[in-house]
């Protein structure tokens, strides 16, 4: 079975400086992988996912993450926060042909602070 | 349709009560899974179905008991809670066969008195 870390479980920033939030997994089998945020009283919402093909995805609100092979990493960046990202998130691995199991990190509180 | 949608979005029930927790969607998905989540914890599984088949059971208690009456619709029947499975439960659904996410729908709050 997986394991997905988020060594950083809580990340105050100022608005508008930048930020990352990092996302190690612990196999080496080819993965799906997935950031979700989660709004206070509110469902997962996707941020963005990397399937296959360029390592530097793009998703919604202008949050970007790099998939890094070699050190199992998948960590999640933005070049400028608003106070409107503070919320959770959560690292998610998906394990090729091995299934509908999910395998989600412990979680990042990013709290911005006007 | 990108939407999972779960009913009630509240629920306050005691231990004696019997109820029932319902998700739809109508993405063609045949996956579809119950999580349970605590206030500022990860999703945890309990039960996932794979074309209406209960396919992961991750040892919940009996007095949860999942239903998937067709490919749209997944039930969680609750009988004799505790007051510590009081949390947000989240279902959710993916394609079975394809790469692809989860859909979270924005879950049923649980409050066990």
């Known amino acids: 079975a997986q394991s997905v870390t988020q060594l950083d479980s809580q990340v105050p920033v100022f608005e508008e400086a930048p930020v990352e939030l990092r996302c190690n997994y612990s196999?080496?089998?080819?993965?799906?992988l997935f950031w979700y945020v989660q709004y206070p009283n509110q469902g997962l919402q996707l941020l963005l996912k990397y399937l296959s093909g360029s390592t530097l995805v793009k998703g919604i609100n202008g949050f970007e993450a790099e998939f890094n092979k070699s050190q199992t990493s998948f960590h999640l960046r933005k070049p400028s926060v608003h106070i409107s990202d503070t919320a959770e998130y959560f690292c998610?691995?998906?394990?090729?042909?091995?299934?509908?199991?999910?395998?989600f990190g412990t979680g990042t509180s990013l709290t911005v602070i006007p | 349709d990108t939407e999972v949608t779960q009913t009630p979005k509240h629920l306050v029930m005691g231990m004696t009560n019997k109820k029932s927790l319902k998700c739809e969607q109508h993405?063609?998905?045949?996956?579809m899974y119950w999580y349970k989540q605590k206030a500022k914890k990860p999703p945890e599984l309990m039960f996932v179905y794979s074309y209406e088949k209960l396919s992961i059971n991750e040892s919940v208690p009996s007095r949860f008991s999942p239903e998937c009456p067709n490919s749209s619709l997944l039930n969680l029947h609750l009988h004799a809670l505790q007051p510590e499975d009081s949390a947000l439960y989240l279902c959710?659904?993916?394609?079975?066969?394809?790469?692809?996410?989860?859909?979270f729908g924005e879950g049923s709050r649980l409050t066990v008195l």
């Open positions: 993405m063609g998905h045949r996956a």
């Open positions: 196999s080496s089998v080819s993965v799906y």
């Open positions: 959710a659904s993916s394609q079975s066969s394809n790469p692809g996410e989860l859909f």
């Open positions: 998610a691995v998906r394990e090729l042909n091995t299934g509908n199991q999910f395998y």
